[in-house]
DNA sequence: CCGATGTTTAACAGAGTTGTTAAACATAAT
DNA sequence: ATTATGTTTAACAACTCTGTTAAACATCGG
């Protein structure tokens, strides 16, 4: 039964039974029986191809995780206007979440209940940050020297447009839920979302007259 | 062994422990054998005093919940300017986020893999987002006609609120995680962030000369 | 002291979990 | 056809989870 790919249709099923099943439930309580039962085979086959629950659930993180740092370095191409790169990375952070919609929840799970699985990631993680803190920080730094902008904490901004991006699938299943969206009402709010974390963004950076709250001090956190 | 308060000394114990278990694990993975042994007692106790961990489980949820709703309430005062309650409303609710850390994850969790048990406070939830909807939200219109505050929905600006709060504490695990900060700096990361949360949220509604991309959609959620 | 009541323990039941293993099955090369 | 190889199954082991129960223990009113 081998393909051309070189994995067996049945590797292939588990595989995409598991990764449907982790992000549904996450890591702990997506169960090893109900990935089999949901490809179709015995429980057994799971550990005949991956040997354990851990080593299954890693291979999918790591392609998932994969995808996620080719989007972060990706995402700051150098020959556009701090202005267009922002809208950029908004856009691009906000269609990659659309189409990882369950990925953050997982992270954040990972992160609190089995740090050392997230462990991995921690060195790679950092050198991104880094990285992209030393190629576009000085930049905002002389704009908001030259006026062009207001100033703001690197780290700050990143965090906020992150977070701004996160939080709206973080808490999409919470939506359903209270306010019972369809489909059609859930594609609208998830775009003026978009629209407006742009929106609040270029105001808090480039607006005028922003009231005294807006001095900024010196400290970074990294 | 019944004390004053009419609760036994036990099942006071018990509470306690469940409750710092079910906000460190979650639901589902805060086994009653584990709250057992941190309160000390049997797990045989557990249900004695609650029958079931369901039933203790929703004890917990309820307490916190209700502290939830009365903050919700209280929140908004309205003998102040606009400006001044929407400080007061970021402040308030930070502050009760720092004293609830782990509440939003578990809620999260709970919409996610439980929602049924959430069905409870779905009711209670709408009902009060409605009433503050219609007790603020004119106000908000008028004074975007008025010219002295950029227009916004209404709705898009409580969930940038609330998202902006947070996902700072949604956050806070991976990035003592990831960037592994001690606790003054994450003091000063957590002011550091609420300061900015204001000035961000300022921008957005007082700022001047935003670009075109803050004209506003009429069409509302909710 | 005694019995009624409330509390605690230890053992058990039943279901579900991850992981192993020996035997059955399929398939292709010799 | 036979053998070697890879795949699949069913049964099993060892563990953990929730919940029950009968018996032991404490405490206090009479």
New binding site residues.
Partial sequence: ??ETNGH????QAILDAAEELFFDKGYKL??????AAKA??????????F????QIFLKILDKNMNEMFTMLQTVMSPDLTLKEILKEVVNLHYSFLSRHEKLPSLILELAGTCPEMFHRYKARLRETVDKEVFNHRMRFDREADAGTLNRIDWFQMMFMIISMNLSTFLALPLMRNVFGMDSRQETAFLEERRKEIIRTLYARLFGKGLPEESAVSQECII
């Fill in positions: 039964m081998v067996t249709s049945t590797e997506a169960t090893t029986t109900a990935i179709g085979v015995t429980h057994a086959m799971l550990h005949y191809y040997r354990t629950k851990e």
